[in-house]
């Protein structure tokens, strides 16, 4: 499939071969097999929840890390090494080199959200598939990269796991066989954000690179906190604060069970409260009422972390992430349903183990670059409902909001150029 798997394919057949040869040497998990992988963006979810995951499977190799940050990008480095008793991975701070390398087929993106796209373009273009964290920065964003994924003809999965929890298959498989009727209702409650006292401007501290950090985003002073997990997920410059990524996991439930032809709503009212005087510039918390074009309402408040499908027969949700169902009647938890009776799809594999699989197969992931950008739009909408004060209406043909020049100008926002200079 790339240069590594087919140079070593080719080197072997010119190199002495012993007669008795490690078994280890072929076969789908063969160091000629194995789908070699450059991470990029080694804080806690890069390193606890992406690396670890792609460290356990047996067809992959993780050959270099990369963080902005040089000491986050060494520790990642000692994690790989010591994983694989070597010493052959990188360790980089400019994600740009890492793209480049020829001899890396895959591409796993765990920065802020304001990098996602970005990264993932520049991958694709370099002709990697990508598994990129979740959401776009922006509404514009989600089809850019759509378009960009087909026209490569790449595989890319957005680092999202709900369709393969439990209890969010259960939910959807329970509704599609009919166990509370025709949905009616979904409501969600979501982490509202935090509020972050203003900060003084510092010199940025050695073995940071602030400039690439910032990168395309419009750029802010470094400061103590500036780029703290919570601080930056809190900052517009760089994410839309918890809405879009507590949101990106709840709604994309929402959306499954509403099951609507466009997929987004095609009406949005909002409100909510973005602080004044502080370093979050994000809504921290927020009220929002959808409407899908078949008649299915969605109402997302902050202040849990919760979901629940209200049918014409009935309920079903559970109270916070991964608890147990409930339901109106608990015998309506009971339901079995075998793969040929099921009017769902079976629970897919863990992301990771999905993507992987993809690159081989050259099939769609479980989360496609298209999933996101419906997923990403619709929690977008309700932001700029938030921020514009008022009731909008969605026209998922054009992708555009209907008769608001206000609102389509929100759509995007303008990069800043000159990073790929100060890199």
């Given at each position: 499939?790339?240069?590594?798997?087919?140079?070593?394919?080719?080197?072997?057949?010119?190199?002495?071969?012993?007669?008795?040869?490690?078994?280890?040497?072929?076969?789908?998990?063969?160091?000629?097999?194995?789908?070699?992988?450059?991470?990029?963006?080694?804080?806690?979810?890069?390193?606890?929840?992406?690396?670890?995951?792609?460290?356990?499977?047996?067809?992959?190799?993780?050959?270099?890390?990369?963080?902005?940050?040089?000491?986050?990008?060494?520790?990642?480095?000692?994690?790989?090494?010591?994983?694989?008793?070597?010493?052959?991975?990188?360790?980089?701070?400019?994600?740009?080199?890492?793209?480049?390398?020829?001899?890396?087929?895959?591409?796993?993106?765990?920065?802020?959200?304001?990098?996602?796209?970005?990264?993932?373009?520049?991958?694709?273009?370099?002709?990697?598939?990508?598994?990129?964290?979740?959401?776009?920065?922006?509404?514009?964003?989600?089809?850019?990269?759509?378009?960009?994924?087909?026209?490569?003809?790449?595989?890319?999965?957005?680092?999202?796991?709900?369709?393969?929890?439990?209890?969010?298959?259960?939910?959807?498989?329970?509704?599609?066989?009919?166990?509370?009727?025709?949905?009616?209702?979904?409501?969600?409650?979501?982490?509202?954000?935090?509020?972050?006292?203003?900060?003084?401007?510092?010199?940025?501290?050695?073995?940071?690179?602030?400039?690439?950090?910032?990168?395309?985003?419009?750029?802010?002073?470094?400061?103590?906190?500036?780029?703290?997990?919570?601080?930056?997920?809190?900052?517009?410059?760089?994410?839309?604060?918890?809405?879009?990524?507590?949101?990106?996991?709840?709604?994309?439930?929402?959306?499954l069970a509403a099951n609507a032809p466009e997929v987004c709503p095609v009406e949005i009212e909002a409100e909510g409260t973005i602080p004044e005087n502080s370093m979050t510039t994000v809504p921290v918390t927020y009220d929002i009422k959808y409407r899908y074009s078949n008649g299915v309402k969605m109402h997302v408040k902050s202040g849990g972390n919760a979901i629940r499908l209200t049918g014409d027969k009935g309920w079903i949700g559970n109270k916070s992430w991964r608890a147990p169902l409930e339901?109106?009647?608990?015998?309506?938890?009971?339901?079995?349903?075998?793969?040929?009776?099921?009017?769902?799809?079976?629970?897919?594999?863990?992301?990771?183990?999905?993507?992987?699989?993809?690159?081989?197969?050259?099939?769609?992931?479980?989360?496609?670059?298209?999933?996101?950008?419906?997923?990403?739009?619709?929690?977008?909408?309700?932001?700029?409902?938030?921020?514009?004060?008022?009731?909008?209406?969605?026209?998922?043909?054009?992708?555009?909001?209907?008769?608001?020049?206000?609102?389509?100008?929100?759509?995007?926002?303008?990069?800043?150029n000159d990073w790929k200079m100060k890199g």
């Amino acid at each position: 499939m790339n240069v590594t798997r087919r140079s070593f394919v080719k080197s072997a057949a010119v190199v002495a071969m012993p007669l008795i040869v490690p078994s280890t040497v072929f076969g789908d998990n063969a160091p000629s097999e194995r789908i070699t992988i450059g991470c990029i963006g080694m804080g806690g979810h890069g390193v606890g929840y992406n690396l670890r995951a792609f460290l356990t499977q047996a067809d992959a190799q993780v050959v270099t890390v990369c963080d902005v940050y040089k000491n986050r990008s060494e520790n990642a480095q000692k994690i790989v090494n010591g994983r694989y008793r070597s010493t052959g991975c990188k360790a980089l701070t400019d994600f740009r080199e890492v793209i480049a390398d020829p001899s890396i087929d895959a591409i796993v993106i765990s920065t802020p959200d304001h990098w996602h796209v970005p990264m993932s373009i520049m991958a694709l273009e370099a002709g990697k598939d990508v598994f990129s964290e979740k959401p776009t920065l922006t509404i514009a964003q989600g089809r850019e990269l759509a378009g960009a994924v087909k026209s490569h003809d790449a595989v890319f999965q957005a680092g999202i796991e709900d369709r393969s929890v439990t209890q969010y298959h259960r939910m959807i498989e329970l509704l599609r066989n009919g166990a509370i009727g025709n949905l009616q209702q979904v409501d969600l409650t979501l982490p509202a954000g935090t509020v972050f006292p203003l900060e003084e401007e510092i010199p940025v501290p050695e073995g940071l690179n602030y400039e690439l950090y910032v990168g395309p985003a419009e750029y802010i002073p470094y400061t103590r906190s500036r780029t703290g997990p919570q601080q930056w997920r809190n900052t517009f410059n760089f994410s839309n604060g918890k809405l879009l990524d507590w949101g990106a996991h709840l709604v994309d439930t929402a959306q499954l069970a509403a099951n609507a032809p466009e997929v987004c709503p095609v009406e949005i009212e909002a409100e909510g409260t973005i602080p004044e005087n502080s370093m979050t510039t994000v809504p921290v918390t927020y009220d929002i009422k959808y409407r899908y074009s078949n008649g299915v309402k969605m109402h997302v408040k902050s202040g849990g972390n919760a979901i629940r499908l209200t049918g014409d027969k009935g309920w079903i949700g559970n109270k916070s992430w991964r608890a147990p169902l409930e339901a109106s009647d608990p015998a309506i938890l009971d339901a079995t349903y075998t793969p040929e009776t099921s009017k769902h799809w079976p629970i897919p594999p863990s992301e990771h183990r999905n993507f992987l699989d993809c690159v081989k197969s050259r099939q769609s992931t479980t989360y496609t670059a298209e999933t996101l950008n419906h997923l990403s739009d619709t929690l977008h909408m309700g932001d700029i409902a938030i921020r514009l004060g008022r009731k909008l209406q969605w026209d998922a043909a054009s992708e555009a909001f209907v008769d608001d020049d206000a609102a389509n100008a929100m759509r995007s926002r303008e990069s800043r150029n000159d990073w790929k200079m100060k890199g």
